[in-house]
């Protein structure tokens, strides 16, 4: 093995993650047209409504009963970042707030001391099929900042900047890096939210898409000691990081500081880089919560069946917007920003 791939790993459901990071799903669905109640125009019949992960005709309802997606659940002590790359969410929470994005929009959510939310997944078209697209991603956050107010950022898909290297980078070919935290070539990711762990000094966070096209390549830049760098290779036929070709889809563990080159074959490949300084701290986890000692998980509980994390402001655990709503967020508070005005 290429003294750069300290490990190979299949990806599995959800996909192997390190620290800092807890979570990485990769959800795509191809929808067909959607109906009134903007869910599937499809006979739902053979389906388990509620717990439905199974792929059937192409897609899955999720926790949702008419509009695919995960209605109501609460979190705390961890952060989530969901990459929409096609498609639209639908997102509600206990706060007052909402939005819908999507088209590669990403939305930056840091739970903190406990949030209540909806993730939806309207079916917009009417005489097309809607095929959804997203990773979402749990990263985690440092005792000291698992009880900060909820808040999130809406990283509108304009403002994330998309690196493409050239020869003098070291790459060749149709190379495309998307950067959602951290740094890259010159290009610097829009600000996640105040309280990540990503907003640390020296936490040296990366989240990037990277897109090869045929027989492209692209050498990764290093990063400091002490950083764990992972790739996920999800799709297309044929790449080689570090001069070993990787079998059919798969997680790789870099050395963050050996050379690394990533070529592809005679077609595009697609990967998702995650990389993070680890927090180094105990982690007790259980459903939708994460903190450092099984008591606190008790106390999460505890807290969420007196409080709810402040209720439910919305008439449906699933709620959705018009099918003519533009994509928007709504805060707290009653300011509406949009991809055009942030």
């Known amino acids: 093995m290429s003294a750069a791939i300290l490990t190979l790993f299949e990806l599995g459901f959800p996909w192997a993650t390190f620290d800092p990071f807890l979570f990485c799903v990769h959800h795509e669905d191809f929808y067909p047209a959607g109906n009134d109640a903007l869910g599937p125009a499809a006979s739902l019949a053979g389906r388990n409504l509620g717990m439905d992960f199974t792929i059937k005709d192409g897609w899955r309802m999720y926790h949702g009963d008419v509009v695919p997606g995960f209605p109501r659940h609460p979190h705390r002590g961890f952060e989530t970042v969901t990459v929409a790359r096609r498609g639209f969410i639908d997102h509600s929470d206990s706060l007052g707030a909402t939005a819908r994005y999507g088209e590669g929009d990403v939305q930056w959510m840091t739970a903190g001391q406990g949030i209540v939310h909806a993730e939806m997944f309207p079916l917009l078209r009417e005489d097309a099929p809607n095929t959804c697209e997203l990773f979402q ?41 998307r950067v959602i935290a951290g740094s890259v070539g010159g290009h610097r990711a829009p600000a996640p939210p105040p ?25 990764l830049p290093p990063a400091p000691a002490g950083v764990l760098r992972t790739l996920y290779y999800f ?65 999460a509980y505890s807290d969420y069946r007196q409080t709810q994390f402040g209720g439910w402001p919305w008439p449906s655990p699933e709620p959705v917007h018009p099918r003519t709503e533009d994509r928007f967020a709504l805060r707290p508070g009653g300011v509406i920003e949009t991809p055009s005005r942030t």
């Open 235 to 299: 799709r297309g036929d044929g790449v080689s990081v570090a001069d070993r070709s990787l079998p059919h889809h798969c997680g790789i563990r870099l050395d963050p500081q050996a050379p690394a080159q990533i070529e592809a074959g005679d077609s595009a490949v697609e990967l998702l880089l995650l990389q993070g300084r680890p927090i180094g701290e105990p982690v007790a986890r259980h459903g939708p919560f994460v903190m450092n000692t099984d008591a606190e998980i008790a106390r």
């Open 195 to 219: 309280n990540s762990w990503a907003s640390a000094a020296d936490s040296e966070v990366a989240i990037w898409t990277i897109r090869l096209g045929p027989k492209a390549r692209l050498r």
């Open 137 to 177: 991603i749990w990263l985690n956050l440092p005792a000291a900042d698992k009880m900060v107010e909820p808040h999130f950022s809406m990283l509108w898909a304009p403002t994330i900047p998309t690196y493409r290297p050239s020869a003098r980078d070291d790459a060749a070919g149709e190379v495309e890096v």
